[in-house]
């Protein structure tokens, strides 16, 4: 069976074409007029590693970040609990670099181009930060154990970030924006941002339910969050609604058009430029409109009250408490009790 030997890519009237040569001295173009450049280079890098007899393939400088990818997920992801949430930090990575990328490309100034990426345009905390570089990390690391890698470029450890605070509602802006919003007659836009700031629940969550989520009758009244999928997140909850939470979903149930089957219709992008609309006109500076914020609110409110972190993960639907031990606060008082227990053996 004929295989490649060589392979080029050139620019034509046609747009860039990649020019295959096989060993049976057959010859085969590829082209596409809407390619870039990059995206040529990017499919004469697939053929070549398609084939493995090519010369050089599967050699040091041919280990693509993709294959990194499908060697973390096959040797180590696979059977852990998160897999869902490592692949998922794994295609960030993908998408940020590029599959196509020559994995011993990535050095550390491009690490740290990532990192910044992630802070400054995804909006990510510094633990979600440090989560995806592990990914990365993973993935490294299979170019050598698996991808015949003499070596990777060494990256540095514990690379700085400036430290990022919780982002609440506090209550004086909540009250001014529910102001605002009523008076320029957007009361559907208060209730759902008031819905969301009680509940503490993810949008695409409130976006699922339907009346029969609600059962108004209970006492307490309650609501159950239910997932479109299973994954490695709790499954679906009912909480009690809060009596702001049940104020807002009556008046968003009596405000229903006839047919209409969603209880909360707003998209988060409507949501959002109306909540920066609100803030311009209260004078509330410094404030992201990242719509998460409301479950920051939640979260803080509880932790601020005393509630343990396994209380929050139960509440916000978290499968682990470790991205609710953020929200706890102490009381120095509460030492006391540490300090009883450790001083009786004197």
């Known amino acids: 069976?004929?295989?490649?030997?060589?392979?080029?890519?050139?620019?034509?009237?046609?747009?860039?074409?990649?020019?295959?040569?096989?060993?049976?001295?057959?010859?085969?173009?590829?082209?596409?007029?809407?390619?870039?450049?990059?995206?040529?280079?990017?499919?004469?890098?697939?053929?070549?590693?398609?084939?493995?007899?090519?010369?050089?393939?599967?050699?040091?400088?041919?280990?693509?970040?993709?294959?990194?990818?499908?060697?973390?997920?096959?040797?180590?992801?696979?059977?852990?609990?998160?897999?869902?949430?490592?692949?998922?930090?794994?295609?960030?990575?993908?998408?940020?670099?590029?599959?196509?990328?020559?994995?011993?490309?990535?050095?550390?100034?491009?690490?740290?181009?990532?990192?910044?990426?992630?802070?400054?345009?995804?909006?990510?905390?510094?633990?979600?930060?440090?989560?995806?570089?592990?990914?990365?990390?993973?993935?490294?690391?299979?170019?050598?154990?698996?991808?015949?890698?003499?070596?990777?470029?060494?990256?540095?450890?514990?690379?700085?970030?400036?430290?990022?605070?919780?982002?609440?509602?506090?209550?004086?802006?909540?009250?001014?924006?529910?102001?605002?919003?009523?008076?320029?007659?957007?009361k559907d836009v208060v209730r759902h941002f008031e819905f969301l700031c009680e509940m503490g629940c993810r949008p695409i969550e409130m976006e699922r339910t339907t009346k029969a989520s609600y059962n108004l009758e209970a006492n307490p009244p309650t609501v159950t969050f239910f997932k479109a999928n299973n994954d490695n997140k709790n499954g679906n909850r009912t909480l009690p609604l809060t009596p702001k939470a049940y104020k807002m979903i009556v008046e968003q149930i009596l405000n229903m058009r006839q047919g209409q089957e969603q209880v909360w219709p707003l998209t988060c992008d409507a949501l959002r430029f109306q909540i920066q609309k609100a803030c311009r006109e209260c004078e509330i500076e410094g404030k992201s409109s990242e719509i998460k914020i409301t479950r920051h609110t939640c979260g803080s409110r509880l932790g601020n009250e005393g509630a343990t972190a396994l209380e929050i993960a139960n509440w916000l639907g978290h499968s682990s408490t470790q991205m609710c031990e953020k929200y706890v606060k102490m009381d120095s008082e509460k030492h006391a009790t540490a300090y009883r227990i450790l001083s009786k053996r004197v």
């Open 1 to 186: 069976m004929a295989h490649v030997i060589n392979t080029s890519v050139t620019r034509r009237k046609i747009g860039w074409v990649v020019d295959v040569k096989y060993s049976d001295g057959k010859r085969k173009q590829l082209s596409n007029k809407k390619w870039t450049k990059k995206e040529a280079i990017a499919r004469e890098l697939a053929i070549q590693m398609l084939d493995s007899s090519m010369p050089g393939a599967g050699a040091e400088g041919l280990y693509t970040l993709q294959q990194g990818f499908n060697d973390a997920d096959k040797y180590v992801w696979s059977d852990c609990e998160d897999r869902k949430t490592l692949i998922g930090r794994g295609k960030c990575v993908l998408n940020y670099f590029g599959p196509n990328a020559d994995i011993t490309s990535i050095n550390a100034a491009k690490v740290i181009q990532y990192r910044k990426y992630l802070k400054e345009r995804k909006n990510n905390v510094n633990s979600t930060i440090n989560y995806k570089t592990s990914a990365l990390n993973v993935m490294r690391e299979q170019a050598i154990v698996h991808g015949g890698v003499e070596s990777v470029p060494v990256l540095p450890k514990n690379l700085p970030i400036d430290k990022k605070q919780i982002e609440v509602w506090e209550d004086w802006e909540r009250e001014s924006m529910e102001e605002y919003l009523r008076k320029i007659c957007r």
